[in-house]
């Protein structure tokens, strides 16, 4: 089968397509042919492997000291089920669907086996009002961004505000944010403002305009995508018992954050998770009622891996990067 192998932790020209043994799935394992899969930040993140210092080890020893352990990156995918083990029963052969790779990754290929638990394992026949693309772009942004909004019981009424809103996870908090109820107010640059406003946000930021964590107003809960914001003032922008959502941080912003949150009832919460089936099919529900929907702003053959890689590192992204695989 066709993959994309990373060598070595570098720019992107460390990536390259290789032939790789096609993988056989085991009793509890799903083969999938993959139609599609994204390029986020995090894979750009594990490919230069950029990581703050505190995680430096831990992720070294994770991924692969000197050079990836794991080689195949991508960590979500769209594609047909090929073949089940016998004891698989939530999908079956000839299925369409979608799905979270989690730690192992291994989405940058024509074939990938994801295990099938009720616990961790996020696969599920994907939204059939869309395409291989779109769907592959749902289950990480989409499932990270429920997972941290659920970590805060957004609900009816309150206010939230996103930070960093134009990519993957902040278009997914968005929309989640608004199907919760919630006012949501939407901060990112200039060129991805129409955009934000067209997936619902009540209101618009340029963060080159109006720096959000100086002025007196306040949420109740914020998203924050940008590694890099100062924590500590983003948790006085915050409501009594409010809650500040880091998808990104860095090591000073955690304990700047945490700093600024002790003893005043203010919460931060910064843990991350890969989803699961139920996740998916929520997400799913949401997707085929109109409530939700991807942001595609390219897509590259896997062949043009590298510059997809490219174009993910400038910044300028709208949603998502799609790789279309065959």
């Not at 070294?60 to 990836?68: D, M």
């Not at 016998?86 to 052969?93: E, F, I, M, N, Y």
């Not at 930021?205 to 003032?233: K, L, N």
């Not at 400038?314 to 949603?319: H, L, Y």
Request: glycine share 10%; charged share 25%.
């Amino acid at each position: 089968m066709k993959a994309i192998v990373c060598t070595e932790y570098g720019p992107p020209e460390v990536l390259h397509l290789r032939d790789e043994r096609k993988p056989v799935p085991k009793d509890d394992e799903v083969l999938v042919r993959i139609r599609a899969t994204t390029v986020s930040a995090a894979d750009c993140e594990l490919r230069r492997f950029d990581f703050a210092p505190w995680m430096w080890v831990p992720m070294r020893l994770a991924f692969g000291i000197f050079r990836p352990r794991r080689r195949v990156l991508g960590q979500e995918l769209a594609g047909d089920v090929e073949s089940v083990g016998r004891k698989v029963t939530s999908v079956r052969k000839g299925d369409r669907v979608f799905a979270a790779t989690g730690i192992p990754l291994g989405a940058y290929a024509e074939y990938i086996c994801l295990r099938e638990d009720p616990q961790t394992g996020a696969i599920a026949t994907m939204p059939t009002n869309l395409d291989y693309a779109e769907a592959a772009a749902v289950p990480y942004g989409g499932g990270e961004a429920l997972m941290f909004l659920r970590k805060a019981d957004v609900r009816s009424g309150q206010r939230v505000l996103v930070n960093g809103a134009g990519g993957s996870f902040g278009t997914f908090a968005v929309q989640l944010a608004k199907v919760l109820g919630a006012h949501v107010t939407a901060v990112d640059s200039a060129p991805k403002l129409e955009m934000l406003r067209a997936i619902g946000a009540d209101r618009v930021i340029d963060y080159a305009v109006e720096d959000v964590t100086a002025g007196p107003e306040t949420w109740d809960v914020i998203f924050d995508v940008v590694r890099g914001t100062p924590s500590a003032r983003m948790v006085r922008r915050l409501n009594e018992n409010g809650w500040l959502l880091m998808a990104n941080p860095g090591f000073l912003q955690i304990v700047g954050a945490r700093w600024a949150a002790r003893g005043n009832g203010r919460r931060v919460s910064f843990a991350g998770s890969s989803g699961t089936a139920d996740d998916l099919a929520y997400l799913r529900g949401l997707v085929e009622a109109g409530r939700l929907r991807p942001v595609i702003d390219r897509r590259f053959p896997l062949e043009q891996i590298v510059e997809a890689h490219r174009y993910a590192e400038t910044g300028q992204k709208r949603g998502n990067i799609v790789v279309v695989i065959g």
